[in-house]
């Protein structure tokens, strides 16, 4: 059981946007910092989005994230085959004192 | 970023104990929380803990009974030792750079199958 909530899974046909939910409590979402990852199959996570919404270099702007209270979204745009994947929101939690991730969400482009 | 390189045993007996170490650019030992992060196959992330290079360290309170996390900054590698392991303990073992202000993991090595079993 995961501390954060994610949807299990999302669908949305290519050129679609999709947004990804994340829930948690003020001792993490509520109190700290969210960020996102993309896990390609066979390969590492990937940071996507930091600070709630910013990017790294290279993530391309069809990307986006937001907070709102103990809970956040990330949002794809323009959905192509290659943004198939899993994905992750994580956070710091204040309470237990350790970094806690959602379970994961495959997202398929149909 | 950072690019890092996990190594170590990709099988371990059960009750063993489970070592891992992480391999970092020199000249960015100071500037990271180090961390370890585990998937069991088909399944999510689970932080394990870090540690920065003066030694402070913070662990999953749910492994913090058998995990012992530690650095060498003249080699720049940062280890993992997970002690009385079973097969619960099999994932795909990944460390990572966690910013110091603990608001995002940075970068990630590309991950390595550790398979408890006898």
Known sequence: ?110 | QVQLQESGPGLVKPSETLSLTCTVPGGSISRYYWSWIRQPPGKGLEYIGYIYHRGSTNYNPSLKSRVTISVDTSKNQFSLKLRSVTAADTAVYYCASLVTSLNWIDSWGQGTLVTVSS
């Open chain 1, 1 to 110: 059981q995961s501390v954060l909530t994610q949807p299990p899974s999302v669908s949305a046909a290519p050129g679609q946007k999709v947004t990804i939910s994340c829930s948690g409590t003020s001792s993490n979402i509520g109190y700290n910092f969210v960020s996102w990852y993309q896990q390609l199959p066979g390969t590492a996570p990937k940071l996507l989005i930091y600070d709630n919404n910013k990017r790294p270099s290279g993530i391309p702007d069809r990307i986006s994230g937001s907070k709102s209270g103990t809970s956040a979204t990330l949002g794809i745009t323009g959905l192509q085959t290659g943004d198939e994947a899993d994905y992750y929101c994580g956070t710091w939690d204040t309470r237990l004192s350790a970094w806690v991730f959602g379970g994961g969400t495959k997202l398929t482009v149909l």
